[in-house]
């Protein structure tokens, strides 16, 4: 199950690389608000911090104090507080910069939420939500993170296009049967999870996300990737774990910076010569395939510094 900022999970070896976890928060006490420090955002092995909207070089130094004067300013931590709803208090703090609504039952987020403008990260997963209202495209300061995981969302509302700015977003883990073709529009998208949904397919129009380094998509209906794949060239990882592909998807052919590639539990029987061509690939998981790749191509993989897992 995915995560958002209030979780906290053990380490798994498997999943190492699907940890989203972008920081350790304990519960507010009283009227006290956390520290969240500098924000991780975990992309391809590379570690990137975020501090309000600003992506900051990992190796510059932030004055401690500075980072928790602000976070603690405009940052409300309501996780886990079996809430049922949202106190309408809330809807007046527009200063906020985190919002953090994780795991408390909500079945109802009010079109309120749009008056929180200067939000950079909301965090909304864990709850009962089944539906999201017009109003959450209104925050386009969002430019962290968008937690909408683990609801029982069937659709995603067209105006969450109008986010332009937002860098994570995760609507892992729903009921979800289409993402919107607006979502074109999220052209500052470095990482997409869409796990555990009913997808059958992607929007055409996903190869406009010109700086997305990850797309997760395990455990959906895919059978193929739209021809605009080819356009994601900053992509870096790939997963499509338990979908229904029969074929390689040739749109991630001439890919120039993918490098690891996740094919788990489809439907594939076989690789296509295409595969050693591929310019940056270390790693293809086919296991759970009925695919036997012949020795020669393996040979040429395996030369080319791409690890074949079968």
């Given at each position: 199950m995915a995560e958002g900022l209030g979780d906290v999970r053990l380490a798994d070896a498997d999943r190492a690389e699907e940890d989203d976890r972008l920081a350790r928060v304990k519960p507010a006490q009283g009227s006290q608000v956390p520290d969240l420090g500098c924000r991780r955002f975990r992309g391809g092995g590379e570690v990137e911090l975020f501090?309000?909207?600003?992506?900051?070089?990992?190796?510059?130094?932030?004055?401690?104090?500075?980072?928790?004067?602000?976070?603690?300013?405009?940052?409300?931590?309501?996780?886990?507080?079996?809430?049922?709803?949202?106190?309408?208090?809330?809807?007046?703090?527009?200063?906020?910069?985190?919002?953090?609504?994780?795991?408390?039952?909500?079945?109802?987020?009010?079109?309120?939420?749009?008056?929180?403008?200067?939000?950079?990260?909301?965090d909304l997963g864990h709850n009962r939500l089944t539906t999201l209202p017009a109003e959450l495209g209104q925050l386009t300061g969002l430019s962290g993170f968008l937690y909408l995981h683990d609801n029982d969302l069937t659709e995603i509302p067209d105006t969450l296009g109008d986010l332009t700015r937002l860098r994570y977003l995760n609507v892992g883990e729903n009921q979800i049967t289409a993402l919107p073709e607006t979502l074109s529009h999220m052209t500052g998208l470095i990482e997409l999870r869409a796990r555990h949904n009913q997808l059958a397919a992607l929007p055409d129009s996903i190869g406009s996300l010109g700086d997305l380094r990850e797309l997760w998509l395990r455990g959906n209906a895919i059978a193929d990737l739209p021809s605009s794949t080819a356009s994601l060239r900053a992509l870096r990882h790939l997963d499509l774990r338990e979908n229904t592909l029969a074929e390689l998807p040739e749109a991630i052919a001439a890919l120039p910076l993918l490098r690891q590639v996740d094919v788990r539990s489809n439907h594939l029987t076989r690789l296509p010569e295409w595969i050693v061509d591929m310019p940056a690939l270390e790693k293809l998981d086919l296991r759970w395939n009925a695919c036997s790749p012949s020795p020669a191509l393996l040979d040429k993989l395996g030369r080319r510094g791409c690890v074949v897992l079968l």
């Open positions: 501090q309000g909207d600003l992506l900051l070089d990992p190796h510059r130094t932030v004055r401690t104090s500075q980072r928790r004067n602000h976070t603690m300013a405009h940052t409300l931590n309501l996780w886990r507080r079996q809430l049922g709803e949202v106190p309408p208090s809330v809807w007046e703090r527009t200063d906020l910069d985190v919002l953090i609504l994780a795991d408390n039952g909500l079945t109802h987020l009010p079109p309120e939420i749009g008056r929180l403008r200067q939000l950079t990260t909301l």
